[in-house]
């Protein structure tokens, strides 16, 4: 079953080409690919008419939050996709997620018609929804390389290449393509 509650640090930054290689060189012989290895990740992040979101995420606040629904490769009608609820206070990032087929999720969230089963994060979830009346406005997508260190299993290390975007065809299935960032 899949994870529905994180709580963890992130630390991101930016590498070039050359930064990105001489870093996964050193760090070769601690790393270990996780279970999912290479894969691609696609987001439809929904904000609000005038991305109150992402607006107040960009003065870095202490606390902000995002809504998004999320796919590992490109889902089908049936296949699990995540719709997740993402916080951030003091540095902390505090992540809810509810797995949906996708077109349970597309029926949610295009049409207001209610999961089948309702959960305590599908509550929260739908209560956020409504509040800021989220709308679909931008997919990313990006190929990713997962790594944990054995001594260290939950310290993760991924490498995020690829990232593009679109802002049209905000569906999933739709395909992962875009312009590249």
């Known amino acids: 079953m899949a994870q529905v509650v994180f709580e963890r640090n992130e630390l991101k930054y930016v590498l070039d080409g050359d930064t990105c290689a001489a870093l996964s060189a050193a760090l070769q012989s601690r790393l270990i690919p996780d279970r999912y290895g290479q894969y691609t990740i696609s987001s439809i992040y929904f904000d609000t008419k005038d991305y109150q979101l992402i607006r107040t995420s960009l003065e870095k606040p202490v606390y902000k939050e995002k809504f998004r629904l999320r796919s590992y490769g490109v889902p089908g009608p049936e ?60 997919l990313l997508a990006y190929d990713r390389k997962a790594f944990y260190v054995e001594a260290q299993p939950d310290l993760r290390v991924t490498f995020d290449h690829d990232i593009r975007w679109r802002r049209t065809a905000l569906d999933l299935s739709a395909g992962d393509q875009g312009q590249l960032l």
């Open 79 to 138: 296949d699990s996709v995540f719709l997740e609820l993402k916080k951030k206070y003091r540095g902390v990032i505090y992540k809810r997620r509810a797995v949906l087929s996708l077109a349970e999720a597309d029926q949610y969230l295009l049409h207001g018609k209610q999961p089948a089963e309702q959960t305590q994060i599908l509550r929260e979830i739908d209560w956020t929804v409504r509040r800021y009346s989220l709308q679909p406005k931008v």
